[in-house]
């Protein structure tokens, strides 16, 4: 090792322990130094480069963007069914505020779910039958029916629950692990996003690069998109007309001539720069190996669905988070599209739960099996719920939903989480949360705190404030959720 | 993000470990309340006992000395010069948990440095002075030096005063390659010469290096350069930022800034004309567009959003934006409390969110790249073009309503014809069918997935003509009558992207019966018969003829015929035609005709003529008239929408009300309150109207303390790396207090005094010793300072994202230097845009641009799509654009290997390099690697490095001959195609040498 690098190192450790009480001590400390010298080390110092012992290493989150009508799906509302097409009471709706495009509805008729549900597992949870492998594994997901918001429209609340701010410009979650734990592995990046395809209506709502940008973090901490078509990572591949030896023979010349920059400047720099070439050499090889299912057995690829072998599918992509997990890829994040149904929800809806439920299941179960669930933390949900009463056209059969940020649902399993656990309630409306609420930064907290992180001491000087990902305002772990 | 106090302290550990200098200089030198107390009172204590009244605890406030010292109730919190007495020294050093400050749960405790600190100051005085940044300006001496003979003009002595305190020693001039190539850099974001090298490196004169820096001041790339740091500041980009993320039209304001620097706009104008040029008296068209800047921020008009909310956050983002680049004020906190560390309340927030909240126009973007208000920018030759066309279309039209006696005297027979027909008709049918006039309402903008099956405008309603709809950008649309159309062509003067527009007309019956008729839509249609649908169609089309046939089953009278058009993007238009020989005729026609000749009036008459010869008249000389004209206006309208526009500000005539919102919730006024500057800065100066011009001439007021000192510390930034204030958004108690006090208001003052003069600015601080100085590292300094925040050595870092693209399209020759225009799309991977954009948007597939002269531009004219911005600049810590950014990280990771290695750009570019020398005729291999190194580096090879590079050559050659395949492969990368008369093998194997060259850790950094 390079011998600056080594006092580095040395030093910093030094300081931890000095300042090891300051808490952003570690992680404003980073900074000053040249990044590569923390290359594979947490920022937030102690035993386990965490704040605290974690419970899980690594964690996957499998979004779903556009907000699943929670109706439909996992807040079961037999009282409905009498309802139908009458009046949303006003003492429910509390004279909160809607989007417009449902503001100017005359009535707000209640639209029952024309699912039907059953209860499942130890806690008795209640699943509908659009997900029947969901309703297979309740006894390992903590099941949370009352998370809320308060941004009412996609790009605002989805900016809001992965960054903590609904405006562009913050840091994302997978930013802020990589930024405060560092690195598992030498030859993958530590956050991974995959945009799967999906079987809702096309036209579906935008993600945007901020939901795993690093924002006011050093841009190493943003998510690599692993795409499904061309290079899974952008510019992996050697142009054409060039090897593997041609490229090992231009990166041993550079790194001579490297040497000798080195010499002469003296920059810790040179030496990172050399480095982050020989890893891009190493990721050139080990992403194909990744990217590649051809050694998977057949009983596993199976148990993903039909699909999973298929690029660029919502299964495919779960079947390449468990072997990220597998190689040590902190944080791995899959946005599945196509569930903003205003309209026709029993057109939609079905197949974008087909998309997701056997595929979701069988990542869970392939964890298990792996003994990787144990520290491996698995978050499922959207960016916010759809309201009971209908948009748009109301029948039996059909109907749809507008925006709803009073309450949706979220489950979580593995690392941390009690298993078989449902928790929060909402009224028989599905419209206001009447126990136990979650807000998405008490969400963002014990996705941090399971991961050995104290959200409030994880904070970066931003605008003159100490900006955190759980916002100013007092959130914290649910401790219930707590194994 | 962090504290220089934190360096300090991390050096102090160091040194207090290894007994070194340190503490005895921190011992022996004077606290400065500033630099060394107000931070930690600020970062660990202002949360509680700071400026925010509702959060502070037990009415103790430290940010204010008198609050901070007085008596409450026979204890002082402060008592100077006494320790003992104070009772903030005792309960920092309080064990007990809880009496101990600050409490524990608040997880910020003080460190036993910072207890000393406070210690220290109390025993010493407690002296208190004001918050440095917003003290006066005032013009301090150099340092005097008694060894003069490194120093070069005042910042030196600054400079090096710094260092002897800190013992240390400053480099001496970096070599003349190294420094030309810095300066080369600095000035216009491009590598020189091997032949600006060559010159520079024979020049004896004193005054070598001054001509150097003279000549880059006067090129045009400087101000491409410059520009690009303020673009990232004022959020800049060609996307609206937000849910759809439309193309907007913006790119005249980033050729403003440029224009702005290369012209040495003094910085003074620059700051008024982009805050307030509009407001200027007389203002040219210029200045207008400098208006821009204040247009910049993300907007959306995603379905179902609240206008005041957005509205709402489109002001703060202005005030935001504003305060940070200008001020360097970090307002955000304020918008729902007082601030907690600096003297900036809510209600100054507010105060100053009036003079940004009468923009006269809609706070939805409307999915338009026009999002209004716009200024319209037609180049002479355009303004030209439409003012012969309108010439042109004024004459013949002249013509076309003259005097024609042939058709007049045609026009008679066929009326006469016709009443007979009509006579003869009454006798034996009930009448011909009678189309009306055509009326439309529009555009009704919608989220694609809803355009066609939600309801809009007069959908599901009775037809009332007088009815006005309000758009989902809450604009007033109103039915518009259209008499000009006629039937059977395609109208497609609709309006909207991604809207729907109606169309509608009423027929008559004679006679209940079925009509066929023809119809096209661009895109998809819906058809109402009397308020019956018949007829749904989304498809995604331009319009045409025949697209649709319908039978109408029309009832005897009145028949209400309703056509909604929905377009998903691009134009849009319809068709309507009758089938199979069902004629008919406009009312109001027939009634004219009906009318005795002398009983018609004047207008009557003009209205008759018009349909005859517009619509009737086979007379061969007329038609041909009426075609030309049509075709004269197809033109001008072609010409017309190539005329640029830009997004420009403009008032209301009456200001909108201010309101606190009260937790910033855009729904929760409080007080009411007018315009007003932060009560802790001083006042708009008098006489200045109190608008936003005032509010630019307050900025650039000799009073105001923070503007000049803003601005010259992001100069610095720019060429030593970091600020003499690091934060350079943040000038507060919460930002890093100057490591170079004196030397930052030396240079805020100097460039006050200079009238603002950016380029004598830079001149200054590249002509530095301080600047020239080598870059090179030793351990020792690493030790003592890694981030050179001491200036004891010149700046060494990674080019920025565009430096790099640029200076690789700049030695391979493909660099093709135009200025200005609208944004262009080289190459990136396939699918970036797709993976997140929106269906419905207009940016959601990503075409490259084709031809050098698109595709080779410099990078401060990629398109910026702020949701998925370009690889080329993300990679290497370029903003997304969508909030302001005052300065870039700057890491090292492996994507970017990757990305210098093999994005075809660069691939290309080495190609270009490695065809540009063997075009050269240079005669041996030594010759030729020897000029692809200078093209690259500038300087000069050692025999070494010559023959490692030869070495590589050969290699690759004997590669390449053995496998001619993987030859035309590796050329065959790119735009620009390879000359036919070249060796492929040598070819091959030059342009991987060119690429190592453009992969060296000499080249991507700035010595």
Same mark, same amino acid.
């Not at chain 2, 009332?464 to 109103?478: C, G, N, P, W, Y």
């Given at each position: 090792m390079n011998p600056v690098n080594q006092y580095y190192q040395t030093m910093t450790r030094r300081h931890f322990f000095r300042q090891g009480a300051m808490g952003l001590g570690g992680a404003a400390l980073a900074s000053l130094l040249p990044k590569s010298v923390l290359h594979g080390e947490g920022l937030l110092g102690g035993a386990h480069g965490t704040h605290f012992a974690p419970k899980a290493k690594r964690a996957i989150y499998l979004f779903m963007a556009g907000a699943p009508s929670q109706i439909d799906m996992l807040d079961y509302k037999p009282g409905l069914d009498r309802l139908f097409d009458t009046d949303l009471p006003d003492s429910v709706r509390q004279g909160q505020r809607l989007t417009t495009m449902t503001s100017g509805q005359t009535r707000f008729p209640i639209a029952p779910s024309k699912y039907q549900f059953e209860q499942h597992g130890q806690a008795g949870a209640w699943v509908s039958e659009l997900l029947p492998y969901t309703a297979k594994m309740v006894d390992d997901l903590s099941i949370i029916r009352s998370v809320h918001t308060e941004a009412i429209n996609h790009d605002p609340a989805i900016t809001y629950i992965c960054t903590g701010h609904q405006l562009p410009g913050r840091a994302s979650l997978g930013s802020w692990l990589s930024y405060g734990l560092g690195s598992l592995n030498e030859n993958l990046p530590d956050f991974v996003v995959m945009t799967p395809t999906w079987s809702g209506r096309k036209t579906a709502q935008a993600l945007y690069n901020r939901l795993w940008g690093s924002g006011f973090l050093p841009s190493k901490h943003q998510g690599v998109a692993l795409r499904s078509s061309g290079d899974p990572v952008l510019f992996l591949s050697n142009p054409e007309g060039v090897d593997a030896a041609s490229r090992r023979r231009l990166l041993d010349r550079l790194a001579r001539f490297n040497e000798r920059t080195k010499t002469r400047f003296g920059d810790p720099e040179t030496q990172t720069r050399i480095d982050q070439y020989e890893m891009a050499f190493r990721m050139q090889s080990s992403i194909p190996g990744l990217t590649d299912l051809s050694d998977e057995p057949d009983h596993v690829v199976d148990m993903y669905g039909p699909e999973a072998k298929k690029p660029g599918t919502y299964a495919a992509s779960c079947l390449l988070a468990r072997r990220m997990i597998e190689r040590d890829v902190r944080f791995v994040q899959i946005f599945h599209r196509g569930w903003d149904q205003h309209g026709n929800i029993p057109e939609d809806l079905p197949n974008q739960c087909r998309d997701i439920d056997q595929a979701s299941w069988a990542l869970v179960q392939d964890l298990k099996t792996r003994g990787l669930l144990e520290d491996t933390l698995v978050i499922w949900g959207g960016e916010f719920g759809r309201t009971v009463y209908c948009q748009g056209k109301l029948t039996r059969e059909s109907y749809g939903r507008d925006h709803h940020p009073r309450c949706f649902p979220m489950w979580m399993a593995g690392g941390g989480i009690k298993p078989g656990m449902v928790y929060g309630k909402t009224d028989d409306f599905s419209y206001n949360i009447v126990e136990n609420p979650v807000h998405i930064h008490d969400l963002n907290a014990t996705i941090l705190d399971r991961l050995g992180i104290d959200h409030e001491r994880l904070s970066v000087k931003f605008q003159g404030l100490d900006v955190r990902l759980t916002g100013v305002e007092e959130h914290g772990p649910v401790q219930a959720l707590l194994a | 993000m962090f504290e220089y106090r934190t360096v300090r302290h991390f050096c102090a550990a160091l040194l207090l470990v290894s007994g070194g200098v340190w503490s005895q200089a921190m011992a022996s030198q004077a606290l400065d309340f500033n630099r060394d107390v107000r931070p930690i009172l600020s970062d660990h204590c202002y949360a509680c006992h700071g400026p925010d009244a509702q959060k502070r605890k037990a009415g103790l406030r430290f940010d204010q000395e008198q609050a901070a010292k007085a008596d409450l109730g026979g204890d002082a919190a402060i008592v100077a010069g006494n320790i003992a007495d104070s009772v903030l020294i005792e309960r920092v050093l309080s064990e007990d948990e809880d009496e101990v400050m600050p409490p524990p749960e608040f997880k910020k405790p003080l460190t036993p440095d910072q207890i000393e600190v406070l210690k220290r100051w109390v025993s010493d005085g407690a002296k208190w002075d004001n918050h440095w940044s917003f003290e006066p300006i005032v013009r301090p001496v150099p340092p005097t030096i008694e060894d003069d003979r490194w120093t070069r003009n005042a910042v030196d002595r600054f400079v090096l005063a710094r260092l002897t305190e800190e013992e240390l020693d400053p480099q001496p001039e970096a070599s003349r390659d190294v420094l030309i190539r810095r300066v080369t850099f600095d000035l216009t974001g491009l590598p020189p010469t091997p032949d600006e090298v060559d010159q520079f490196l024979i020049d004896e004169s004193p005054d070598a290096y001054e001509r150097v820096v003279d000549r880059l001041l006067r090129s045009s790339r400087y101000g491409e350069h410059m520009a690009r740091f303020w673009l990232d500041a004022a959020r800049y980009g060609d996307t609206?930022?937000?849910?759809?993320?439309?193309?907007? &039209?913006?790119?005249?304001?980033?050729?403003?800034?440029? &224009?702005?620097?290369?012209?040495?706009?003094?910085?003074?104008?620059?700051?008024?004309?982009?805050?307030?040029?509009? !407001?200027?008296?007389? =203002?040219? #068209?210029?200045?207008?567009? =400098?208006?821009?800047?204040?247009?910049? /921020?993300?907007?959306?008009?995603? $379905?179902?959003?609240?206008?005041?909310?957005?509205?709402?956050?489109?002001?703060? *983002?202005?005030?935001?934006?504003?305060?940070?680049?200008?001020?360097?004020?970090?307002?955000?906190?304020?918008?729902?409390?007082?601030?907690?560390?600096?003297?900036?309340?809510?209600?100054? %927030?507010?105060?100053?969110?009036?003079?940004?909240?009468?923009?006269?126009?809609?706070?939805?973007?409307? /999915?338009?790249?026009?999002?209004?208000?716009?200024?319209? !920018?037609?180049?002479? %030759?355009?303004?030209?073009?439409?003012? #012969?066309?309108?010439? &042109?279309?004024?004459?013949?039209?002249?013509?076309?309503?003259?005097?024609?006696?042939?058709? *007049?005297? =045609?026009?008679?027979?066929?009326?006469?014809?016709?009443?007979?027909?009509?006579?003869?008709?009454?006798?034996?049918?009930?009448?011909?069918?009678?189309? /009306?006039?055509?009326?439309?309402?529009?555009?009704?903008?919608?989220?694609?997935?809803?355009?066609?099956?939600?309801?809009?405008?007069?959908? $599901?309603?009775?037809?009332?003509? @007088? =009815?006005?709809?309000?758009?989902?950008? *809450? &604009?007033?649309?109103?039915?518009?009558? #259209?008499? +000009?159309?006629?039937?059977?062509?395609?109208?497609?003067?609709?309006?909207?992207?991604? +809207? +729907?527009? %109606?169309?509608?007309?009423?027929?008559?019956?004679?006679?209940?019966?079925?009509?066929?008729?023809? !119809?096209?839509?661009?895109?998809?249609? @819906?058809?109402?018969?009397?308020?019956?649908?018949?007829?749904?169609?989304?498809?995604? #089309?331009? +319009?045409?003829? *025949?697209?649709?046939?319908?039978?109408?089953?029309?009832?005897?009278?009145?028949?209400?015929?309703?056509?909604?058009?929905?377009?998903?993007? $691009?134009?849009?238009?319809?068709?309507?035609? !009758?089938v199979d020989g069902a004629s008919a005729l406009p009312k109001e026609i027939l009634k004219i005709v009906e009318l005795a000749p002398n009983a018609r009036t004047e207008e009557q008459n003009a209205q008759l003529r018009g349909h005859y010869r517009n619509k009737e008249s086979t007379f061969p000389a007329l038609v041909a008239a009426i075609e030309q004209l049509k075709s004269l206006r197809e033109k001008r309208s072609a010409v017309d929408r190539e005329i640029p526009l830009t997004l420009v500000w403009k008032e209301r005539a009456e200001p909108r009300k201010a309101f606190v919102l009260n937790r910033g919730e855009y729904d929760q006024h409080g007080e009411e309150v007018s315009r007003r500057t932060p009560g802790a800065l001083p006042p708009i100066p008098e006489g200045f109207p109190n608008n936003r011009l005032g509010l630019a001439y307050w900025l650039t007021d000799e009073s105001h303390p923070l503007t000049a000192r803003v601005a010259v510390n992001r100069y610095w930034q720019q060429l030593f790396g970091l600020g003499l204030v690091k934060t350079a958004e943040d000038f507060g108690s919460q930002g890093e207090p100057p490591t170079h006090p004196a030397l930052l208001d030396w240079l805020a003052a100097s460039f006050r005094e200079s009238d603002w003069d950016v380029k004598a600015l830079m001149k200054t601080m590249v002509m530095s010793a301080s600047y020239r100085q080598s870059s090179k590292l030793t351990p020792e300094l690493i030790e003592r300072d890694p981030e050179n925040r001491l200036f004891a050595r010149g700046p060494r870092f990674r080019l920025d994202a565009e430096m790099l693209r640029d200076q690789a399209l700049a030695v391979s020759g493909l660099l093709v230097e135009r200025l200005g225009g609208s944004s262009v799309k080289p190459p990136q991977p396939d699918g970036l845009w797709f993976a997140v954009g929106y269906s419905g948007s207009n940016t959601v597939k990503f075409e490259a641009d084709k031809g050098s002269d698109k595709v080779h531009r410099r990078s401060l004219y990629t398109f910026i799509k702020r949701t998925s911005p370009p690889p080329q600049m993300s990679t290497f810590d370029g903003p997304s654009r969508e909030a302001c950014v005052m300065r870039r990280e700057r890491t090292n990771t492996p994507m970017q290997a990757l990305l210098l290695l093999n994005d075809p750009q660069f691939v290309e570019a080495s190609r270009a390099l490695a065809e540009r020398m063997l075009m050269e005729a240079h005669e041996t291999d030594s010759k030729r690697a020897e000029r692809m190194w200078r093209l690259c580096l500038g300087r000069y090879s050692t025999p070494e490095e010559l023959s490692d590079l030869q070495a590589a050559y050969q290699d690759e050659l004997a590669f390449y001959r053995s496998d001619l395949t993987a030859a035309r492969g590796l050329i065959g990368v790119g735009e620009t195609s390879v000359r036919s008369d070249v060796d492929e093998a040598e070819l091959a194997a030059w342009t991987t040498v060119a690429s190592l060259l453009l992969n060296l850790d000499e080249v991507v950094t700035k010595n």
């Open positions: - | 609206h930022g937000l849910h759809l993320d439309n193309y907007r &039209e913006m790119w005249p304001y980033r050729d403003w800034v440029v &224009e702005a620097f290369n012209r040495n706009l003094s910085y003074r104008d620059f700051v008024i004309e982009q805050l307030a040029g509009d !407001l200027l008296p007389n =203002a040219t #068209r210029d200045q207008l567009v =400098a208006t821009g800047f204040n247009r910049c /921020n993300v907007s959306t008009s995603e $379905g179902g959003s609240i206008k005041e909310e957005v509205y709402t956050r489109n002001v703060v *983002d202005r005030v935001v934006t504003t305060s940070t680049v200008f001020m360097g004020l970090t307002f955000e906190c304020t918008r729902c409390h007082d601030h907690k560390f600096d003297p900036l309340t809510m209600k100054d %927030f507010y105060s100053f969110f009036a003079y940004f909240n009468s923009i006269d126009g809609e706070p939805l973007d409307g /999915n338009r790249k026009e999002h209004a208000p716009i200024l319209r !920018l037609p180049s002479t %030759f355009q303004t030209q073009q439409i003012e #012969r066309f309108d010439g &042109e279309i004024a004459a013949l039209d002249e013509q076309v309503q003259g005097a024609w006696k042939e058709v *007049d005297e =045609a026009q008679t027979l066929w009326e006469a014809g016709l009443v007979a027909a009509q006579e003869k008709a009454k006798e034996d049918d009930p009448g011909a069918l009678v189309l /009306n006039d055509w009326y439309s309402v529009g555009p009704f903008g919608d989220v694609r997935l809803y355009l066609l099956p939600r309801k809009h405008g007069p959908e $599901g309603k009775a037809i009332d003509l @007088k =009815a006005s709809f309000k758009t989902s950008t *809450d &604009e007033i649309v109103k039915w518009q009558r #259209r008499a +000009a159309w006629k039937d059977g062509v395609v109208h497609s003067d609709l309006k909207g992207d991604t +809207a +729907a527009n %109606f169309v509608y007309r009423v027929i008559e019956s004679p006679t209940e019966q079925r009509v066929k008729v023809s !119809l096209g839509s661009d895109d998809g249609i @819906k058809v109402y018969l009397n308020q019956k649908e018949l007829l749904s169609k989304d498809v995604s #089309r331009g +319009a045409a003829a *025949d697209q649709e046939f319908l039978d109408l089953p029309l009832k005897k009278g009145k028949n209400e015929l309703m056509l909604k058009i929905v377009n998903y993007g $691009g134009n849009t238009g319809f068709y309507f035609s !009758l």
